[in-house]
């Protein structure tokens, strides 16, 4: 079988994540695609971090939508796997991503909508996409519905590329996918993108009947791997290192 692994923050076992480095060492690897998550800043800037505030990743305890992004720019990471191996990293923005995967043939673009953006927010975002020659290459995926609603109605972006996250927020971190969500899912034809531990055999099996895809985060461990392909049956894994399986 074909295994779609997507490289979680980049290629973040061996680089500090969301970084220009960890995006650059998945693009050098055998990903299917590389996950980013995107920030919006003060001056209309979208930028690359998991994390809206900078506390983590840069020791600096400020909200990035607050600030300007020639703010923002200046702050290094001071955190990250195998950060004192290479090159300073600093925040990227959603360009320098792009940059990278328009480098690449084939990889997909996996990118983490982090804010409840406005139909005028995401056209800037898919404008940017589009600039790069990435439109067929995207998959966006939010813990936002409202925002996969609003790509797929007001944009008319394809649901085949449109992922939900579950499992991000401590509302259902330990709660398993359930029939109220697999029915919405399947209603909108939008994907699931779950906890690795939420999600069971039978709602892979549900969604697959129903046409769609199943994309777990964040799977770590080779038994875990081998386990949500082999057993549970899922499309894809997101995973912050490679392993062969």
């Known amino acids: 079988m074909e295994i779609k692994r997507i490289a979680h923050r980049g290629f973040s076992s061996e680089a500090p994540e969301n970084s220009y480095l960890s995006f ?142 579950y499992g991000a927020v401590f509302a259902n971190k330990f709660i398993p996918v359930n029939m109220d969500l697999e029915r919405w899912l399947m209603e909108n034809r939008i994907h699931l993108d779950a906890r690795h531990t939420l999600v069971s055999r039978g709602t892979v099996m549900r969604l697959h009947e129903a046409g769609l895809m199943v994309n777990v985060w964040t799977v770590n461990k080779r038994e875990d791997m081998r386990r949500m392909l082999y057993d549970v049956g899922v499309d894809m894994v997101t995973t912050e290192y490679y392993y062969e399986c």
């Open 24 to 165: 650059a060492l998945a693009a050098e690897g055998d990903f299917y695609g590389i996950e980013c998550d995107v920030w919006k800043s003060k001056d209309g800037v979208f930028v690359v971090s998991h994390d809206g505030n900078m506390e983590r990743m840069c020791g600096i305890d400020a909200y990035i939508p607050d600030m300007t992004y020639d703010e923002l720019k200046n702050y290094p990471f001071i955190r990250g796997r195998k950060r004192l191996s290479h090159p300073q990293q600093y925040l990227l923005p959603l360009t320098g991503y792009l940059s990278i995967l328009q480098r690449t043939q084939r990889k997909m673009a996996v990118v983490e909508l982090k804010m409840d953006y406005t139909t005028v927010e995401l056209r800037e975002i898919v404008g940017l996409i589009k600039q790069y020659g990435l439109y067929e290459r995207t998959v966006f995926i939010s813990l936002y519905g409202s925002v996969l609603i609003r790509l797929k109605e007001e944009l008319g972006f394809p649901t085949e590329r449109l992922q939900y996250v």
